[in-house]
């Protein structure tokens, strides 16, 4: 079954952040699509450690196993579509979703790239400023892995838990997400996964010396 996965970068599990990640799911769950989402934002999260154990070991996996990273990555490579959620933290993303990007975007290099032809789009709240940037953060990790990202990300705009419900414009854009990313998903036959090479692991990323 066809699969998207979200990941909430904000402490706040019943925030704003997630309240943008629900409608987007909404819509896909409408269309008959599996959804699931990871709590990440508040729990203890490693950043990178730069090891490069990843590229020596490439088992899929990266060397810190006692926080949600694996999982992450693990269900990521499964799902089908992805959507990354942060709220604006000084102009950026979250540290729990930026310690993501690191280590999953690593691991991916080291494991040809198994994230290539899915389908992603961000959600970010923000009370002010730095959306844009914010989103960027998480767009150029999709990029980064040859990610499809169906039109611009998800921003809704609120401070406190709820506010953010009350932006018509930022809740139906989040409505359209879901249902672009639910269109693409279900006439996959067009963006076939099979029709994309995996390119073999990233050699030109640096090996540890010996
Ligand atoms: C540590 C911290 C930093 C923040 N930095 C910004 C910021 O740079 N720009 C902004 O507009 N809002 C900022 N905010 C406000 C949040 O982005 C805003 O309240 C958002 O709706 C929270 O989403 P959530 O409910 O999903 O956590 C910050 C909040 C916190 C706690």
């Given at each position: 079954m066809t699969k998207v996965l979200a990941i909430n970068g904000?402490?706040?599990?019943?925030?704003n952040t997630s309240t943008l990640i629900r409608t987007i799911l909404g819509e896909l769950e409408k269309a008959g699509i599996e959804t699931e989402t990871i709590q990440l934002g508040g729990k203890k999260v490693h950043g990178c450690m730069a090891c490069m154990k990843c590229f020596e070991?490439?088992?899929?996996?990266?060397?810190?196993?006692?926080?949600l990273v694996n999982t992450c990555i693990k269900k990521m490579v499964k799902a089908d579509g992805i959507i990354l959620g942060s709220p604006v933290y000084f102009l950026d993303v979250t540290s729990e979703m930026k310690a993501l990007i690191d280590r999953a975007g690593f691991i991916s290099y080291a494991n040809g790239?198994?994230?290539?032809?899915k389908i992603g789009n961000a959600a970010v709240a923000v009370r002010r400023a730095g959306a844009s940037r914010t989103a960027d953060t998480m767009l150029h990790f999709f990029l980064a892995n040859d990610m499809l990202i169906p039109g611009l990300p998800v921003i809704g705009i609120g401070r406190d838990i709820g506010d953010v419900e009350r932006d018509e414009e930022g809740i139906g854009h989040a409505h359209h997400v879901g249902q672009m990313m639910a269109r693409l998903l279900t006439h996959f036959d067009r963006y076939?996964?099979?029709?994309i090479t995996t390119p073999?692991?990233?050699?030109?990323m640096p090996k540890k010396k010996k």
């Open positions: 904000s402490p706040r599990k019943d925030g070991n490439r088992d899929g996996k990266c060397v810190i196993d006692d926080d790239h198994p994230l290539q032809g076939p996964l099979t029709a073999s692991t990233d050699e030109r």
